[in-house]
């Protein structure tokens, strides 16, 4: 039974091109055809283009609906818009299926399995469970003896990532503190921009950037602290928009690059030459590069190993990675790194820390929380790998998460590319850390220290009140007050965020706009900010995380010209939710969630600024 590709680089499983006879419109049958076309190369957003097509002329049936989904479970960003299709492809299955055939109505049993992704992308974990088993019920029934190896490869896959749900719940009820830090417009574009990596002293990287008709290879230099204007690499190393970016040496002066089409991945190196032009990319050498797909190649800080993936004959899986040591000026037979590291899964994208003690990859095997996860494992004092260690969330998702290259030597900093409806493009390169316990320890004392001063305030103002009342035996004449003009109405709105993130969205920042206005017209007013999560996580983390909300809206004020001494921020984490957590039933409620995540203002001094502020 054939299948379609999980995802870009899972299995590297073909399609079959079976023409119908007698189809009665030449032109649709054409354009169904285009779609094939495109699937089988990979180029999912082409393929939905010319699926669409179909669709739109009346064929909304299961077959249609499946390739669709499929489409979309492979487009960055828009892989919960699979969904639906996939829902209306598993209504009609058949153990039959006709590939290639626009006769076809009905959806093979990959359907269920392709829904089940999109489930687990979109954080559906329940209801992936559920179409990852009844994808294994049906693919078996009845002998699972009578599998072939194709089709135990899918079994794997499918136990895999029901583990893989079952552990998300987890990774995610105990999430990692991190910093996340976008590297701003001079890198970022309105486009995808990814695959970053570094030089060793951080002032010089490389990355992709998406171009209308290709992916260019772009370089950056920092001057003054700041990255320069991107140059374009791609004609000097003379790719045609089929090489992308694998690793920068150390020092700066080696590029490797994995060149790909259809049927082949190679990797290829290009050096910076003294007139700062990068030289045109050249094969890496026939004992790296073989008959079969290398995707990916970096080298150690001296560059004397090589750790690449690669399928080839030795590989205990799908994609494993192999290292090689230099002799002279050759790269030696290539060895399989071992079955600490590698699965019968994939395992992309290695990367070692410049001190050589940690190896940083991407993996579907192992603890994965869903697709590709990102491990490290630590090498022992006789040199050897130990077990895999998964990188956590938000570091690691429901989707698959690639391509983190370390920048510092514990890899607690690295780059990554990430999809933020905040961000500058469809994919921007962020700069992500990991939180030191010790940060988040002393942000918790902080916070504990702020609530018992403000006790310890409300208690002496209902002490003074109280003495107050008893200093007076009768009621005094009221003393005329003069007549005050109408104040000036103000509505205050809280901001919202994302999930697990303290980035500031537009309508956040007009918010603050507004607050700024009011806060320099009137400069008697002083604001508290209060910062809130949802109860998704651990009760510590969250006050780390409102912390970080609060203090990205006083920023905000402070780049806008408020003085620092008339603000005053606080972390509450999840107490005081607007909205219940979860429903009734106990299932989650994600509207209330995302009412609670959010940062509040509360204004002082007001009555002097004759202000009124309107909730």
């Not at 890198?187 to 290709?214: C, K, T």
């Not at 077990?387 to 607690?412: A, C, H, R």
């Not at 651990?538 to 402070?558: D, T």
Request: charged share 30%; aromatic share 12%.
């Amino acid at each position: 039974m054939k299948k379609y590709l999980l995802s870009a680089a899972v299995l590297f499983l073909s399609f079959q091109l079976c023409f119908t006879q007698q189809e009665p419109n030449e032109a649709l049958k054409t354009t169904f055809q285009d779609g094939e076309f495109f699937l089988a190369r990979g180029d999912y957003l082409d393929a939905l283009i010319e699926f669409q097509q179909v669709y739109k002329r009346g064929y909304d049936n299961a077959n249609v609906n499946y390739r669709i989904g499929v489409c979309y479970v492979n487009i960055p960003g828009q892989k919960n818009m699979a969904i639906p299709h996939l829902e209306k492809a598993i209504k009609n299955i058949t153990t039959n299926y006709t590939e290639g055939s626009l006769r076809e109505t009905k959806a093979p049993i990959d359907a269920f399995l392709f829904l089940g992704n999109a489930y687990r992308i979109d954080n559906q974990i329940d209801k992936a469970i559920s179409s990852y088993n009844e994808f294994k019920k049906r693919l078996i029934d009845g002998d699972v003896d009578d599998l072939t190896d194709e089709e135990n490869i899918y079994l794997n896959y499918a136990n895999q990532q029901i583990k893989a749900c079952k552990i998300a719940k987890d990774a995610m009820a105990e999430p990692v503190a991190v910093d996340r830090i976008n590297l701003g417009e001079e890198i970022n574009s309105s486009s995808s921009n990814y695959r970053a990596v570094m030089s060793g002293d951080g002032q010089s990287m490389v990355y992709m950037f998406e171009l209308p008709f290709y992916e260019a290879v772009y370089y950056s230099v920092k001057e003054n602290g700041q990255w320069t204007d991107p140059k374009n690499l791609t004609p000097e190393i003379r790719s045609d928009g089929d090489q992308y970016v694998s690793h920068l040496s150390y020092d700066g002066t080696q590029l490797l690059l994995s060149r790909e089409d259809v049927f082949d991945s190679e990797i290829y190196i290009s050096n910076l030459q003294e007139d700062g032009r990068w030289s045109p990319s050249e094969p890496l050498g026939n004992n790296i590069n073989t008959k079969f797909w290398e995707s990916h190649a970096s080298t150690s800080r001296g560059g004397d190993t090589l750790y690449f993936a690669s399928n080839r004959r030795e590989s205990t899986g799908g994609m494993d990675i192999f290292y090689s040591v230099k002799d002279d000026d050759d790269w030696g037979d290539p060895k399989n790194l071992g079955v600490i590291v590698n699965t019968k899964l994939n395992e992309e994208y290695p990367f070692l820390t410049s001190d050589g003690q940690k190896l940083f990859f991407c993996s579907q095997g192992h603890s994965s929380i869903g697709g590709y996860d990102i491990f490290y494992s630590v090498r022992d004092q006789q040199g050897n790998w130990q077990e895999p260690v998964n990188m956590g969330y938000p570091f690691n998702t429901t989707d698959d998460d690639l391509f983190y290259f370390p920048i510092d030597n514990e890899g607690d900093c690295g780059l990554l590319a990430y999809i933020d409806e905040d961000g500058y493009g469809k994919e921007d390169i962020y700069k992500i850390c990991k939180i030191p316990q010790q940060r988040v320890e002393e942000a918790i004392a902080e916070q504990v220290e702020i609530d018992r001063e403000e006790e310890i305030e409300v208690q002496e103002s209902i002490d003074s009140l109280h003495h107050a009342l008893e200093e007076t035996d009768e009621q005094k004449e009221p003393t005329p007050e003069p007549q005050k003009e109408k104040p000036e109405e103000f509505t205050v709105k809280p901001v919202y965020f994302a999930f697990n993130k303290a980035d500031l969205s537009r309508e956040a920042k007009d918010e603050l706009d507004r607050i700024t206005h009011l806060m320099k017209r009137n400069e008697e007013i002083q604001l508290s900010i209060y910062g809130y999560t949802d109860a998704m996580g651990p009760e510590q983390y969250n006050l780390v995380l409102a912390n970080s909300r609060a203090e990205a809206a006083k920023a905000y004020l402070l780049k806008q010209g408020i003085d620092n001494d008339r603000i005053k921020t606080y972390a509450k984490g999840e107490l005081d939710p607007v909205e219940p957590n979860e429903n009734p039933d106990g299932t989650d409620n994600i509207i209330g969630r995302k009412k609670n995540r959010r940062v509040q203002f509360e204004f002082s001094a007001t009555d002097k600024a004759n202000v009124k502020i309107i909730r």
